[in-house]
């Protein structure tokens, strides 16, 4: 048997030392482990409503970042979790010792796939250092978006608002609104803000009104003209890892709390507040204002 016909050894070994290796680190570090993300979940947060076949081509192995039922099996990472599936990587190296695999089924959302059937083959290519893996697809569809990178966290940041924009009534009067928040708690405080405004609005116009007439008046009047404010006095510079939901419930926060000083004193006025007060502030107590806001949140 000549060298080229030996066998290559089984990444396997390797792989699961690496694995061993990084969750001691985390461990250590008290962070959590990087966990594949699981599709049932995912799909039953973001609410796929649509799903279409979208061929067979190569997909980046880097942009796999979720499995249908073998969440247990592989980390983010794909390296092994338990020794037990050693038997069947052994068994898929030496049946593709060239790393021709088949291609895998997968479900895409956005740029992310998720991994139905081919497990092996992925945490293989991955160990191989093979970037593209042929791929039979199936497209998965959301209103809300799908970026790269995402983590359970993320999931149910998503999740929660989407619960917002229909609970609210935004997502039928202004289907584009996109408004963010860095911890998901926020969006239950700013769909107590819509209706807050809604109750005003029937008050002052002595008439009903329907959750999207009262979810799109609070969008155009309030919401939109605040951020444009906010934009324009750069507090995001002050907040630089804020999102526009943060600053918003920030400004509202700060405008209740000046009210029995101030009076009646408006979102504008407190945006410019806020800006003059944090701009003159070190960085650092910036950050640690900003902080507690969605601590609270």
Do not use: C
Not at 8 to 15: I, L, R
Not at 30 to 40: M, Q, T
Not at 81 to 106: C, D, K, M, N, Y
Not at 258 to 287: F, M, Y
Request: charged fraction near 35%; aromatic fraction near 10%; avoid cysteine.
């Amino acid at each position: 048997m000549s060298w080229e016909q030996l066998p290559q050894p089984s990444t396997f070994g390797k792989a699961r030392r690496r694995e061993a290796y990084r969750r001691f680190a985390r461990i250590v570090g008290r962070s959590g482990l990087p966990e594949l993300l699981p599709l049932d979940e995912v799909k039953d947060r973001l609410r796929i409503f649509e799903q279409t076949y979208g061929g067979v081509r190569p997909i980046p192995v880097d942009k796999i970042v979720g499995s249908a039922g073998r969440t247990r099996d592989f980390d983010r990472n794909w390296l092994p979790i338990r020794a037990e599936t050693r038997q069947r990587w052994r068994s898929v190296e030496r049946a593709f010792p060239e790393g021709s695999f088949p291609p895998i089924l997968v479900y895409q959302l956005d740029e992310a796939y998720f991994v139905v059937d081919g497990h092996h083959r992925v945490a293989i290519a991955k160990q191989r250092g093979i970037e593209y893996i042929d791929a039979e697809i199936t497209v998965l569809r959301s209103r809300y978006r799908f970026p790269p990178g995402t983590d359970i966290g993320m999931v149910i940041r998503r999740e929660q608002e989407r619960i917002f924009m229909e609970e609210s009534g935004l997502d039928r009067a202004r289907p584009e609104a996109r408004i963010e928040f860095t911890k998901p708690l926020g969006y239950i405080e700013l769909l107590e803000l819509v209706e807050v405004h809604g109750y005003h609005l029937i008050r002052d116009r002595d008439g009903l009104m329907s959750r999207e007439e009262v979810a799109g008046d609070w969008y155009d009047r309030l919401y939109l003209p605040t951020v444009q404010e906010m934009r324009q006095h750069g507090l995001q510079r002050a907040f630089p890892r804020s999102t526009d939901g943060d600053l918003f419930l920030l400004v509202y926060q700060r405008r209740r709390a000046l009210l029995p000083e101030r009076g009646g004193i408006g979102l504008d006025e407190t945006v410019r507040t806020v800006s003059a007060t944090e701009h003159k502030r070190p960085t650092v107590k910036a950050r640690r204002a900003v902080g507690k806001l969605t601590e609270r949140s």
